[in-house]
C-alpha cells in the first residue's frame, strides 16, 4: 500500500531535550516536506526537500532542522524544543516529474507537546 | 507570492443541502488549486485539484469545484450534504516552486 508514515504519533516532551521525529514513504517520491498544523492557522511549511541532499526553508524554520540522506526518509529534527513548537505536524510527499499538480500524499501526523 | 484566502471560518448546513466553501487565491503565475479534506482525527485527503486543465473540476464523494481566473476564486461545493461530510477543508495553491501555501480552513459541520 502506497504510503506515508510518521513516528512517533503522539510524543510529549520537555523543553531542550532533542527529539526527531521520523516520516518515510514508499511511492519512490522526489519531493518531501513537512508542514505544521495551528488552530487557525491551517497548515504552514517549515521544510521541503526536491531530492536527496536537497533542502530549503519554507514558511517557519525557525527551531527545527531536516535531513534527506535516503530518498525514502526525511527526519524532522527539533535540537531544543520549545512550547512554542507545541503543534501536530504533518510530512508529506510527492511525485516531481510533470509539475508542481501532482497532489502531495500526507502521513497521519504526529501531535508534539512541549512543556 | 502566493496567497489563499477561505472566506469562512466555519459553515454550517443541513444534511441534504447545498454546500458551499469559499476560496479565493493570489498568485503572480497560472497557479494549480486543490482542495484537501481533513476528518477529526485523521491526515488530510486530496479532494480535487485543478491543473490549468477544465475549469470546472470533478472530485471524490460528489465535490466539485470552479476555477474562475477573472475572480481568482475556487470555490468548494456538493449538491447535497451527508452526514460523513463534516470535517475541516483546506483550499491550497501551488506556483511553479512547488511549495504549497495552504488557507486557514473552514469547518463544515452538518446537522441532522
Known amino acids: 500500500e502506497a504510503q506515508v508514515t510518521q513516528n512517533p504519533r503522539y510524543l510529549i516532551t520537555v523543553t531542550g531535550k532533542k527529539l526527531t521525529v521520523t516520516c518515510s514513504q514508499n511511492?519512490?517520491?522526489?519531493?518531501m516536506s513537512w508542514y505544521r498544523q495551528d488552530p487557525g492557522l491551517g497548515l504552514r511549511q517549515i521544510y521541503y526537500?526536491?531530492?536527496?541532499?536537497?533542502?530549503d526553508k519554507g514558511d517557519v524554520p525557525e527551531g527545527y532542522k531536516v535531513s534527506r540522506k535516503e530518498k525514502r526518509n526525511f527526519p524532522l529534527i527539533l535540537e531544543s524544543p520549545s512550547p512554542n513548537q507545541t503543534s501536530l505536524y504533518f510530512c508529506?510527499?510527492?511525485?516531481?516529474?510533470?509539475?508542481?499538480?501532482?497532489?502531495?500524499?500526507f502521513g497521519p501526523g504526529t501531535r508534539l507537546t512541549v512543556t | 507570492a502566493q496567497s489563499v484566502t477561505q472566506l469562512d471560518s466555519h459553515v454550517s448546513v443541513s444534511e441534504g443541502t447545498p454546500v458551499l466553501l469559499r476560496c479565493n487565491y493570489s498568485?503572480?503565475?497560472?497557479?494549480?488549486l486543490f482542495w484537501y479534506v481533513q476528518h477529526p482525527n485523521k491526515g488530510l485527503q486530496l479532494l480535487l485539484k485543478?491543473?490549468?486543465?477544465?475549469?470546472l473540476v470533478k472530485g471524490i464523494n460528489g465535490f466539485e469545484a470552479e476555477f474562475k481566473k477573472s475572480e481568482t476564486s475556487f470555490h468548494l461545493t456538493k449538491p447535497s450534504a451527508h452526514m460523513s461530510d463534516a470535517a475541516e477543508y483546506f483550499c491550497?495553491?501551488?506556483?511553479?516552486?512547488?511549495?504549497?501555501?495552504f488557507g486557514k480552513g473552514t469547518k463544515l459541520s452538518v446537522i441532522p
Open positions: 511511492m519512490n517520491h522526489e519531493y
Open positions: 508529506a510527499s510527492s511525485k516531481l516529474a510533470g509539475g508542481p499538480e501532482y497532489e502531495q500524499y
Open positions: 526537500s526536491m531530492n536527496v541532499e536537497v533542502t
Open positions: 485543478y491543473t490549468s486543465a477544465a475549469t
Open positions: 498568485s503572480s503565475y497560472s497557479p494549480s
Open positions: 491550497v495553491v501551488s506556483e511553479a516552486s512547488y511549495q504549497l501555501t
